[in-house]
């Protein structure tokens, strides 16, 4: 079953802007953190996010990109990834 985008999600508050950096965080400080409770009843992995989303998947192997700019590449992965029903 297809969920909607955490983007989506944001315009229903079942997941705010909290709950999204705190999966950007989670991941920045361990990319194979797994499956990550967050919002209201929702899950993701934000590993497969970034694996989905072809911009962060390759500017997170650049050594040259910085802590912001991979911050908003993850974050762009998770908006727009499916996150699940817990």
């Not at 797994?34 to 998947?57: C, K, Q, T, Y």
């Amino acid at each position: 079953m297809a969920y909607p985008m955490t983007l989506d999600l944001m315009t229903t508050l079942h997941i705010v802007d909290d709950d999204v950096s705190g999966v950007v965080d989670a991941y920045l400080a361990n990319t194979q953190i797994g499956s990550i409770a967050f919002g209201e009843g929702f899950r993701i992995d934000p590993a497969v996010a970034v694996a989905d989303h072809p911009f962060a998947r390759t500017l997170m192997e650049q050594s040259w990109a910085s802590d912001e700019l991979r911050r908003a590449a993850v974050r762009a992965a998770i908006l727009l990834a499916q996150p699940e029903r817990s």
